[in-house]
């Protein structure tokens, strides 16, 4: 068996091997907190970095679906501008087409005026009055009563007219 002083001597060398296994557990511990709240500020850190670049990339996914929607729209204005630009070039052949038809019915109509001046020879400088029937007294007729500007006027005329002179006046408007 031992004695007490071994025994005691035992007993205290445990106790600062405990002692000294605390400090040590402490000093574990403590660096582990210190470990565990680097990491809790790491991965905020990096949630937070996450975060903004999700909504980067939605911004970015935003802009590409915009610009996909400006080329489409680019490209069919360019298919109109295509159309348009071939549409006018018929319209400028086809006025270029009508253009030389005016100036050759305005040639036949200066021929067809001096066909029917010799022919029928022109007495005087002044056409005479006529009407598309090729009344005179129409002519006349709708001056005189278009010159009234009282109604009262105008109907009192109107009465005093003849059924025919009243159907030359509607047939002249």
């Known amino acids: 068996m031992k004695t007490i002083d071994e025994q005691l001597e035992e007993a205290l060398a445990r106790i600062t091997k405990f002692e000294s296994d ?31 670049l999700t909504l980067a990339s939605g911004e970015l996914t935003e802009q590409r679906d915009q610009l996909s929607r400006d080329l489409a729209t680019a490209k069919q204005s360019l298919t ?12 400028k052949d086809q006025i270029t087409a009508l253009n030389t038809e005016v100036e050759t019915l305005k040639a036949n109509a200066k021929s067809a005026e001096r066909i029917a001046a010799e022919r029928y020879g022109a007495a005087s400088p002044e056409p005479l009055p006529v009407t598309p029937r090729g009344d005179t007294q129409a002519a006349t007729l ?8 009282d109604p009262k ?15 030359l006046i509607l047939n002249a408007k």
Do not use: D, M, N, P
Request: proline share 0%; aromatic share 4%; charged share 30%.
């Open 142 to 149: 709708v001056e005189k009563f278009k010159a009234i500007t």
């Open 153 to 167: 006027e105008q109907t009192a005329v109107w009465r005093s007219l003849t059924a025919e002179q009243r159907t």
């Open 80 to 91: 109109s501008a295509a159309t348009a630009a071939e549409e006018l070039t018929k319209a």
């Open 22 to 52: 605390a400090t040590a557990s402490t000093s574990l511990l403590t660096e582990a907190g210190h470990q565990h709240e680097r990491y809790r500020q790491e991965i905020a850190a990096l949630t937070k970095e996450k975060e903004t």
